[in-house]
């Protein structure tokens, strides 16, 4: 089945304990992308990836960092996370680089940061 | 930033009626994507229209795009209790092909 994996679902920790969100899909997608989902504030672009070894930032990438070393694989890192980390965190990618495919969406991890 | 916005923020309705979500934008687009979330999981992608179609269907989704009016409707005809969630829409700018902007999101309650 073709899907995003996420994990995990929920975590709550603690600021400064650095934590990594995987994110990995099946569907040989070049695009990767991440998200976090804040009530109010929508759907806001954290980092993405056109393909293995090229990341580039989104709208909202201060405190995190990625990887892509393979192209099934984009984790999120939290070097020293802090509680406005604190949020509905989405991975999702596409076959292509082009905006005109759908993207495929994770179930999400909800991250607690107190 | 946000470009999309949807209209209204919220819609309740009984089963079998049909509901229809708006969506508004500022800047000329390549094209333009429905996506459903159910809570607490992912988005799910609907239905995906471009800037030189007027309308497209999909089983009981009709999404239409006005780009004079810069807007866009999706209509769910027939509604189902399943069919309650969030819909979003997210726009690719003709100006950068590789990046959609999400609007706040329309909050639908289908009432059996």
């Known amino acids: 089945e073709a899907q995003v994996t996420q994990n995990p679902r929920y975590l709550i920790t603690v600021t400064g304990k650095k934590l990594t969100v995987t994110c990995s899909q099946n569907m040989n997608h070049e695009y990767m992308s991440w998200y976090r989902q804040d009530p109010g504030l929508g759907l806001r672009q954290i980092y993405y990836s056109m393909n293995v070894e090229v990341t580039d930032k989104g709208d909202v990438p201060e405190g995190y960092k990625v990887s892509r070393k393979e192209k099934r694989n984009f984790p999120l890192i939290l070097e020293s996370p802090s509680p406005n980390q604190t949020s509905l965190y989405f991975c999702a990618s596409r076959r292509g680089t082009a905006s005109n495919q759908p993207q495929h969406f994770g179930d999400g991890t909800r991250l607690s940061i107190l | 930033s946000q470009q999309g916005e949807e209209d209204p923020q919220a819609l309740s309705i009984q089963e079998g009626e049909n509901a229809t979500m708006n969506c508004s934008y500022k800047?000329?687009?390549?094209?333009l994507q429905w996506y459903r979330q159910n809570s607490g999981r992912g988005l799910v992608h609907l239905i995906l229209?471009?800037?030189n179609e007027r309308e497209k269907h999909s089983g009981r989704l009709r999404v239409t795009l006005d780009t004079s009016k810069k807007s866009s409707s999706l209509l769910i005809t027939a509604s189902r209790a399943a069919d309650t969630a969030s819909y979003f829409c997210?726009?690719?700018?003709?100006?950068?092909?590789?990046?959609?902007?999400w609007g706040l999101g329309t909050s639908l309650a289908v009432n059996p």
């Open positions: 229209i471009r800037s």
């Open positions: 800047t000329s687009i390549n094209n």
């Open positions: 997210a726009t690719a700018n003709a100006g950068n092909n590789r990046k959609l902007i």
